[in-house]
T-cell receptor
Framework: DAMVIQNPRYQVTQFGKPVTLSCSQT?????MYWYQQKSSQAPKLLFH???????NEADTPDNFQSRRPNTSFCFLDIRSPGLGDAAMYLC??????????????FGSGTQLSVL | AQSVSQHNHHVILSEAASLELGCNYS??????LFWYVQYPGQHLQLLLKYFSGDPLVKGIKGFEAEFIKSKFSFNLRKPSVQWSDTAEYFCAVNDISNFGNEKLTFGTGTRLTIIP
């Protein structure tokens, strides 16, 4: 059974048109992460939520925002997508914020294309 | 800042060949080390991890990895690969000294193709 679910699997948007990617989890984990993975590059952490506390990475562009209305759901909003934002976006969860000895549970990702 | 290097971008092997994928990290403090695997069309999943104790760790599907602190390495090995091992493999490191605000740093990944 899927534990971290990302919808849609593929998303196409237009240059400058806002887009929202969604992630849900059935694990009741406290922490949810958003990673961006461009072709042939390492997954890069954008931000994470520990419960309702939002933690933004220093180099995450302002164009990227996130919402977590409840434990199960987390959204990634891209306010004005550029061509450089085309990537695979990965959602992950962990039980606690300190990931020592913990593993991340990943969703299947959403492949975003920007036309 | 910590970084992770996977020098092999694409490895092609025949079935039953032995495998070793390199992973080096640049951080002098205490780290936890992970290998994640992503099979075609599937999500990233944990293959194995090291956090303390025996530097030779065994994971699922016959994989193992050895932590060599002096070399800052955590190479992944398997004595005999199968076609089903075709996947992308990511090494990852987290700095445990930054307790409470830890994050995984991933390498760029190695694509493994097994030829039947």
């Amino acid at each position: 059974d899927a534990m971290v679910i990302q919808n849609p699997r593929y998303q196409v948007t237009q240059f400058g048109k806002p887009v929202t990617l969604s992630c849900s989890q059935t694990l009741n984990h406290n922490v949810m992460y958003w990673y961006q993975q461009k072709s042939s590059q390492a997954p890069k952490l954008l931000f994470h939520y520990y419960d309702k506390d939002f933690n933004n990475e220093a180099d995450t562009p302002d164009n990227f925002q996130s919402r977590r209305p409840n434990t199960s759901f987390c959204f990634l909003d891209i306010r004005s997508p550029g061509l450089g934002d085309a990537a695979m976006y990965l959602c992950a969860t962990s039980r606690v914020v300190g990931i020592t000895n913990e593993k991340l549970f990943f969703g299947s990702g959403t492949q975003l294309s920007v036309l | 800042a910590q970084s992770v290097s996977q020098h092999n971008h694409h490895v092609i092997l025949s079935e039953a060949a032995s495998l070793e994928l390199g992973c080096n990290y640049s951080y002098g403090g205490t780290v936890n080390l992970f290998w994640y695997v992503q099979y075609p069309g599937q999500h990233l999943q944990l293959l194995l991890k090291y956090f303390s104790g025996d530097p030779l760790v065994k994971g699922i599907k016959g994989f193992e990895a050895e932590f060599i602190k002096s070399k800052f390495s955590f190479n992944l090995r398997k004595p005999s690969v199968q076609w089903s091992d075709t996947a992308e493999y990511f090494c990852a490191v987290n700095d445990i000294s930054n307790f409470g605000n830890e994050k995984l740093t991933f390498g760029t990944g190695t694509r493994l193709t097994i030829i039947p």
